[in-house]
T-cell receptor
Framework: DAGITQSPRYKITETGRQVTLMCHQT?????MFWYRQDLGHGLRLIYY???????DKGEVPDGYVVSRSKTENFPLTLESATRSQTSVYFC????????????FGPGTRLTVL | KNEVEQSPQNLTAQEGEFITINCSYS?????LHWLQQHPGGGIVSLFM???GKKKHGRLIATINIQEKHSSLHITASHPRDSAVYIC?????????FGTGTRLTIIP
């Protein structure tokens, strides 16, 4: 089915473990984004990518790594998870910049114990 | 001070009431987005506007660039409109989000 998907939808891990959250879109959108959503904060941008092999930091990139070897995939890795990374993570995609609408995935709820 | 401020933070109204949610921003923007986040967590884009007014069904969004202010209106509100409404402003390639307005419509 076309669209933007995230996996897993729920994840519980322990402090210090590496975790990878997957994001896949079928529209061949150029831009992809990773956000985290926490109580009391709006969605905050972690990393974004303008095209395959092009990534850039957002507002809160520390502790996260991204890659984009293929246009349709944009995985987010927490190299050594910390409790402060407990959050809901949303992936989004957009055909381009400027005034383009972003399309959001369903989110991944991550708990770090 | 946040770049994007929404008011009110929470709003409860009776079914049928006219709803207004406000968004003020402090930076220059190329566009403003209104999004809806359902209780299940999914986020959908409602409007994207850079001037004037847009209407879709019972939803109306307006923006005043000079005053750096936008409003989202819902006419004849319904319980299914209950959600968090999020304002976001676009600078260059990125969006900056408000913290959202939680709307509850009581039957």
């Amino acid at each position: 089915d076309a669209g933007i998907t995230q996996s897993p939808r729920y994840k519980i891990t322990e402090t210090g473990r590496q975790v990878t959250l997957m994001c896949h879109q079928t529209w061949s959108h150029s831009y992809m984004f990773w956000y985290r959503q926490d109580l009391g904060h709006g969605l905050r941008l972690i990393y974004y990518s303008a095209a395959a092999d092009i990534t850039d930091k957002g507002e809160v990139p520390d502790g996260y790594v991204v890659s984009r070897s293929k246009t349709e995939n944009f995985p987010l890795t927490l190299e050594s998870a910390t409790r402060s990374q407990t959050s809901v993570y949303f992936c989004a995609s957009s055909p381009g910049t400027g005034t383009d609408t972003q399309y959001f995935g369903p989110g991944t709820r991550l708990t770090v114990l | 001070k946040n770049e994007v401020e929404q008011s009110p933070q929470n709003l409860t109204a009776q079914e049928g009431e006219f709803i207004t949610i406000n968004c003020s921003y402090s930076v220059g923007i190329s566009a403003l987005h209104w999004l809806q986040q359902h209780p299940g967590g999914g986020i959908v884009s409602l409007f994207m506007l850079s001037s004037g007014k847009k209407k879709h069904g019972r939803l109306i969004a307006t923006i005043n660039i000079q005053e750096k202010h936008s409003s989202l209106h819902i006419t004849a509100s319904h319980p299914r409109d209950s959600a968090v409404y999020i304002c976001a402003v676009r600078g260059n390639e990125k969006l900056t989000f408000g913290t959202g307005t939680r709307l509850t419509i009581i039957p």
